[in-house]
Structures are given as C-alpha cells and as structure tokens.
C-alpha cells in the first residue's frame, strides 16, 4: 500500500498541526517561515526555514520525512542563491551600469 506524500509551506491554518507536532516531538514551536510534510493527509513533519529545526510524530515513521523535508529546504535556499545571483548579475551588467549613470 503506497502513501502520498505531500510537502508545501505551511501556512496560518497549520498552526493546529504544528503545535500538536511540535508537543508530541517533546520540542518548542517552530520558528517561521515552516516546511510541512503530510502523510495519507496528516502532518507527520515540519521543519522551520529559518533555523533548520524538526519535528515530527514519534508515533509514526517519519525519519525519512525529516529528511525529505531537509532535502528540499536545501533545494529552496540554493534556488534562492540561485536567484540572487541572477539579480546581482544582472544589476552589474554593462548595460545597467550604462543606465546608472
């Protein structure tokens, strides 16, 4: 039997879920902006992008969900570098420093 799996940044109405997470984890709140992983529609996981702590349900298989979760915050920060980059590229460029001045 297979399980969907859905990872998404948590919003407003996750404050339930991550509250009753972060509670059953033994650990405090979560600091925002927040990565959630739901199983079969539950939350099971969630990790803060701020400071890169976990929680998850110790009553429910959920390493591999922290680590999910781990895998894509990478991937959000290096598309965020990423991006960065472009701007700063772009802001450098010879024809922006054209306009500039």
């Known amino acids: 039997m297979s399980t969907t799996i859905t990872v998404r940044r948590a919003d407003h109405r996750d404050a339930p879920a991550l509250a009753a997470l972060a509670q059953l984890d033994s650990a405090a709140p979560l600091a925002e902006p927040v990565l959630i992983a739901e199983a079969a529609g539950r939350a099971r996981a969630a990790i803060s992008l701020a400071d890169g702590a976990a929680v998850s349900d110790p009553f429910h298989p959920s390493a591999n969900l922290v680590e999910l979760l781990r895998l894509h915050a ?28």
């Open 74 to 101: 990478e991937q959000l920060a290096e598309t965020g570098r990423e991006s960065r980059l472009r701007q700063l590229a772009q802001a450098l460029s010879p024809r922006a420093l054209v306009r500039a001045s």
